[in-house]
């Protein structure tokens, strides 16, 4: 229900009668199973004939050779945590996670890369991502 309808572990709590520490604890573990039951299927990191693929797509269609995705960041607003300090403080002036996405030529997500802090740049998000990191180690 978390995931459906966004209601608070306060909520959900109430709604199930357990402690509210109970959904804290169900919720990520929950979430992991989804996570890794499903991300060979519909998020699978591509091999290198699919990234040649990905390549002539932005060849074809975009006139873009070379190019293996488009990517991009995208803050998403938050309630600081607690005792965080300016970890998730955003240079707009607000606290956010951050999602760095890399799409193909057909808009189609590939790589996906979620919970850096809002004060990191996209390029030091990137570069400390397992795709950044894979990048430049040729991969």
Request: glycine share 12%.
């Amino acid at each position: 229900r978390f995931l459906a309808t966004g209601d608070s572990f306060r909520s959900i709590a109430n709604s199930f009668r357990v402690g509210i520490s109970t959904v804290s604890s169900i919720i990520p573990d929950v979430v992991t199973a989804i996570w890794e039951g499903l991300v060979e299927e519909f998020m699978a990191v591509p091999g290198e004939e699919e990234w040649r693929s990905i390549a002539r797509d932005f060849t074809d269609k975009w006139n873009f050779p070379l190019c293996c995705g488009a990517i991009d960041g995208k803050h998403v607003s938050l309630k600081a945590p607690p005792n965080s300090g300016s970890l998730f403080f955003n240079y707009k002036g607000h606290h956010s996670i951050v999602l760095l996405a890399v799409v193909d030529a057909h808009y189609r997500f590939r790589v996906i890369d979620v919970g850096g802090y809002g004060r990191t740049s996209d390029g030091g998000i990137l570069s400390n991502s397992a795709f950044g990191q894979a990048l430049r180690g040729g991969k």
